[in-house]
């Protein structure tokens, strides 16, 4: 129950500060999050970036390319959480890859 509450209030705080900064998802887009190691999370990506999504293994690959940054939660003690705006077909990719593979973030220029 408290891991619940607290995923909710976490939520909320990547809502508010994504709201504060102005970010709102494409239209025909929605809100993926990809939870990823530290080590797979640079100092480029942040709210408002563009990142690429690859599977790790068991050979890197492609998964989505040039997604926007919606939010970046990196809670003390748990692996970070980074939320995507991505098209319907994309989010379908990704949500089979979730539970299968390793996934990284690499920031575009």
């Known amino acids: 129950m408290k891991a619940l509450v ?3 209030i976490a939520l ?6 994504s709201a504060q900064d102005g970010l709102r998802l494409p239209e025909g887009h929605r809100a993926y999050t990809i ?3 530290k080590s797979d999370l640079s100092d480029f990506v942040l709210p408002g970036k563009r990142v690429d999504v690859i599977q ?15 939010a970046v939660d990196e809670v003390q003690g ?3 959480t980074v ?21 990284r973030l690499r920031a575009r220029k």
């Open 78 to 80: 748990s692996d970070p």
């Open 6 to 8: 607290a995923s909710a």
């Open 83 to 103: 939320t995507i705006a991505v098209r319907p077909e994309d989010a379908n990719r990704l949500a089979i890859a979730k539970g299968k593979l390793s996934v």
């Open 56 to 70: 790790k293994e068991p050979k890197e690959v492609m998964l989505v390319k040039d997604v926007l940054v919606v």
């Open 12 to 17: 909320c705080a990547m809502s508010i500060a």
């Open 35 to 37: 939870r990823t190691a």
